[in-house]
């Protein structure tokens, strides 16, 4: 379940509730998620808390689909995702280092693992179609689609992969993850 309180209707750009319809109902996290919209975060940008009961989702009213569901995707990695299903991410991006948001930049990587899932997973919700075959997948990163892997772009292989991961998780063959 995703509830959402509107935003302030007179703010420029605000897309409210309707921004859910963007969800992906194969890949939504399995605790409740609870949208709202705060005028102090900058415009294309959102914060995502694991709570009990939930994830809690902080947006800009002038939210855009991507960033929606790139917290979306830390909504779903705080909720479904358990420690071995991490570390299947991990292996098929082909990372050794640890999920959380510390060490940013080392090994060449200027995100942290936690901030890549979350991309990957805006990216196989939004474009499922860049999926499709080797030629949309390299049109998708010729357009720039990609922005938080930059030079280390994942490859169409594994984003598949990661693909078929979020649907083991979210049937359960990973187990339930602890909060």
């Known amino acids: 379940m995703i509830a959402a309180t509107p935003p302030d209707?007179?703010?420029?750009?605000?897309?409210g509730p309707a921004?859910?319809?963007?969800?992906?109902?194969?890949y939504k996290p399995r605790g409740g998620v609870t949208v709202s919209y705060d005028p102090s975060v900058p415009e294309g940008n959102g914060r995502t808390y694991d709570l009990p009961g939930g994830a809690q989702m902080v947006l800009s009213p002038a939210q855009d689909p991507g960033s929606f569901l790139?917290?979306?995707g830390h909504a779903f990695?705080?909720?479904s995702m358990t420690d071995a299903a991490?570390?299947?991410?991990?292996?098929?991006?082909r990372q050794a280092r640890l999920w959380g948001n510390a060490g940013a930049a080392h090994t060449g990587y200027p995100n942290p693992p936690r901030e890549q899932f979350a991309e990957t997973y805006r990216v196989i919700t939004q474009h499922p179609q860049a999926l499709k075959?080797?030629?949309?997948?390299?049109?998708?990163?010729d357009t720039g689609g990609v922005s938080y892997f930059?030079?280390?772009?994942?490859?169409?292989?594994q984003m598949r992969r990661i693909r078929r991961l979020l649907a083991d998780v979210s049937a359960g063959k990973y187990?339930?993850?602890?909060?």
């Open 133 to 141: 075959s080797k030629r949309a997948w390299q049109h998708y990163l």
């Open 70 to 72: 790139h917290e979306l």
């Open 175 to 179: 187990g339930t993850p602890v909060t």
């Open 150 to 157: 930059p030079g280390r772009e994942p490859t169409l292989q």
């Open 86 to 93: 991490r570390a299947k991410w991990l292996q098929i991006m």
């Open 9 to 15: 209707p007179h703010l420029s750009g605000a897309q």
């Open 77 to 79: 990695d705080d909720e």
């Open 19 to 26: 921004t859910v319809w963007y969800l992906h109902d194969r």
